[in-house]
């Protein structure tokens, strides 16, 4: 099996940031700097620092409770570089815009995003930075669009999933031209242009979408989301003959888990992709 096609994978189904330790929303910060320049390859942005501690004024309490938060978790966060000795494998991203709704063909709840970024973190003497890692390729969510093809029985070429020359300027417009060409219908209001924070869901209280009904969300997070890499995708595209999705292919995805876990739509951190396992 390569691929967990249920509501345990964080690349389709995201209802809470679980903790600090494995994801960050960068909304939390974007009232004192712009998170998003560094996806395209900007300056890199700090997300913490102990400025932002003891402000004399009303926020004072709440800024040091806001970078014991950013310091704990992006300190863990740096653990990832022992997971790339231990597995070869760089899972660190900013997840940027994010979908959310009921995919057709199954009812399927998703909130994922729809476009990951890699990046890096950048831990100074007081201060806690992140920029983009030129070293990987940004990536359209190939995980989504394999739950999509499933679910909708499509059997067609697999879509390159690299972006390449990325704009900010056009962007949004470009992503949702991908997915509309896939299929995916996802509404969009264009004079929503500011990041927006990423609310948490519990169990029950992820809203009631009728199926096929996607919305953008202009949420970023920062963390792990485990992955192909861009070699083992194309890997995977030559065993799969011509890149079909064919009966092959549908024997490699996990069973469709639509209760989610235990009969609850609950997000479990320590759920990993099965290909991790080849490394």
């Known amino acids: 099996k390569l691929v967990n096609i249920s509501r345990s994978n964080r690349l389709l189904y995201m209802p809470k940031i679980p903790s600090a330790k494995e994801s960050f929303d960068l909304f939390l910060i974007s009232h004192r700097s712009d998170p998003i320049p560094p996806l395209f390859g900007q300056k890199k942005v700090v997300l913490a620092t102990p400025n932002m501690r003891g402000a004399d004024n009303k926020k004072a309490e709440a800024l040091d409770a806001l970078y014991d938060e950013v310091k704990e978790g992006l300190v863990e966060i740096r653990n990832i570089n022992r997971i790339i000795r231990e597995k070869g494998q760089n899972d660190l991203y900013v997840g940027y815009p994010f979908i959310e709704g009921c995919l057709p063909g199954e ?117 792990r989301f485990p992955t192909y890499s861009n070699s083992i995708q194309k890997d995977f595209d030559k065993i799969v003959n011509g890149q079909m999705v064919n009966p092959l292919l549908d024997e490699l995805l996990v069973n469709i888990d639509s209760d989610g876990v235990d009969g609850k739509d609950v997000f479990d951190p320590s759920k990993e992709f099965i290909e991790s396992e080849l490394m």
Do not use: Q
Not at 158 to 186: A, H, M, Q, W
């Open 107 to 223: 009812k399927f709840n998703v909130r994922a995003p729809l476009v990951l970024f890699p990046v890096e973190l950048i831990r100074d003497t007081d201060s806690i930075s992140f920029r983009s890692d030129e070293s990987r390729d940004v990536v359209f969510n190939s995980t989504l669009i394999l739950a999509y093809f499933k679910f909708n029985k499509v059997n067609k070429v697999l879509p390159e999933n690299t972006l390449d020359d990325v704009k900010r300027d056009s962007f949004i417009n470009t992503v949702l031209e991908y997915y509309k060409e896939i299929g995916f219908n996802i509404e969009y209001d264009p004079l929503n242009k500011d990041l927006t924070k990423f609310e948490n869901y519990l169990a029950d209280e992820f809203p009631k979408y009728p199926s096929g009904e996607l919305h953008l969300k202009l949420n970023a997070v920062i963390g």
